[in-house]
């Protein structure tokens, strides 16, 4: 039987591995970015499941809103690294919204109070970047096939 406090402690290692490996692929070429901006995403989400983790040994505020709060900023560094692949640039403010958003939302509702109305208002932000992060993909091997075809 598999053990879930032990598989989310490799879930961590293996995602801050990939994080490190990431720096290191970015490092031998630095003329794409993007693999920076995915590497500072992964090391943050890395951190905020470690965060999370940590609950019964930590306050709520580290455990609960600084560590989604992270997540969320993990996944809108990885949504910037996607529309990079393509030249684009993403303004700190785009990445920024969904935590300030579930900041702003966690002390001004009672509805947060339980844990799994934080856990369903976490997910839909996290599905938000992964949604415009598979539609900066999208976006960018449909130009690749429509050149691809043209030529």
């Known amino acids: 039987m598999i053990d879930l406090p032990t598989l989310l402690i490799v879930t961590v290692f293996a995602t801050a591995l990939s994080g490190a490996l990431l720096v290191y692929v970015w490092l031998t070429n630095r003329h794409t970015s993007a693999l920076m901006l995915w590497a500072i995403g992964y090391l943050m ?3 905020a499941l470690a965060l999370m983790l940590a609950r019964e040994k930590i306050a709520d505020i580290w455990a609960i809103d600084f560590a989604s709060a992270l997540a969320i900023t993990a996944y809108g560094m990885m949504w910037a690294g996607a529309r990079r692949f393509d030249n684009r ?3 700190l403010a785009y990445i920024l919204i969904g935590p300030a958003i579930w900041l702003l939302a966690r002390h001004f509702d009672t509805y947060f109070a339980s844990m799994t109305a934080n856990v369903n208002f976490v997910s839909f932000l996290l599905f938000c970047y992964t949604a415009l992060t598979g539609y900066e ?6 130009k690749l096939y429509s050149a691809g075809c043209s030529s």
């Open 45 to 47: 989400a890395a951190a």
């Open 89 to 91: 640039r993403t303004p």
């Open 137 to 142: 993909f999208w976006r960018g091997s449909r």
